[in-house]
């Protein structure tokens, strides 16, 4: 999609769609500027028919509910976790290495962090394969658009969530009991001023992680791998400088960001790029676009693995900057470092690409490759 964002951006930086009836807004400055005011672009887009969760609040709720999930979500928290992720990805590179072929998509980037994900809430080994199942459920999309497809995957979600919900209020239960170290029962525990999450508040949270950080954290990893596999000047130059991985994968969020764009609604009239848009109108903030907006960035259609400085606004930004940003960038890190010291000359092995169907997310079905070890 990358060129028509580009065309799009130099041609009709604000536009109004009329099918869609949304503006679409390309130009970096401008993206910025809606995210950078939560009180005038709101993020309650009435999505959610279940009740909000910290993606779709507004201040002052979403700033205090923020502060509580952030107790329990701490840095130190995610980076406990490393050696975990190391021997995960480890483990699941040992079922393919000697197959000298992989599919980065199912073999890999798929039930790494969805094994994270769980361990990280506390969800035991043995019920991780019914955990997968249930989140895969939940983030799945349809394969043809028609009203009966639809339906039966609205059906198939909600049979999914509830199941979910039951499994986490039993979880719940237990560490009310018996508290143990990770997600849940820190979150049981996190007190703002007297104040704490409500069992809902925590039920609900815990399915926003599934939703929002699993397929995201599928698609980065199995971008940085096309890329690297695209152009193997990528993959020789982070060979030579394993150090350049992190960087790396910062020009991934930049160059093939798998949240292309953020959506908003306007809470009062206000002017962007010299359109006029309308209180109650919908805005959808391209950020595919603005990451290689040559206003913001030098040479932006080029891959620079080293780039410096990358404002890039692949996690978003300002108030509902992804809570998740410091354990995707890790799990990428270290699977890709791995991946990179395990295998060598990996090669797309060339088939046709399924693009994810959602116009909001840049990523595909499955990325098959060939290595030698
Ligand atoms: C928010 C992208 C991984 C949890 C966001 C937003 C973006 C984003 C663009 C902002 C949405 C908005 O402004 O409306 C990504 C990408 C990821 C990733 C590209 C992977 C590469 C994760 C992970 C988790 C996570 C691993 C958790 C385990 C969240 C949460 C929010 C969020 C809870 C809402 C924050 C708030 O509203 O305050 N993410 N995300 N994300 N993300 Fe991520």
Redesign the pocket.
Known sequence: PFPIYRELREKTPVRYDEDRQSWDVFRYEDVHRI?KDPATFS?RRGLEVRGE?????DQPK?TH??NL?NKA?TPKAINDLAPRITSITNELLDQVASRGKMDIVYDLATPL?VI??AE?LGVPAKDRMLFKDWSDTMVKGVEDNTDTALAHMMAERDKAEAELVQYFLKILEERRKKPEDDLVSALLDAEIDGDKLQEQDILR?CI???V???E??????TNATRLMTEQPAIQDQVRQQPELVKSMVEET?RYY???VA???VATQDVEIGGQLIREGQQVVSW?GAANRDPDKFDDPETFHTDRKPNAH?????????????P???L??QIALEILLTRFTDIEFEKTSLTPIPSPFVFGVKSYPVTFRE
């Open positions: 995210l993020s969760t910290l993606l779709t609040m979403h509910m923020r999930v979500f962090p994270v994900i990280l949270f926003l992680l599934l929002a950080g699993n995201t954290t599928t698609n980065l990893i969020l960001p798998p949240i953020i959506g908003r950020v606004m692949g996690f978003g930004f300002g108030i509902h900057f992804c809570l998740g940003a354990l995707a960038r799990e990428a």
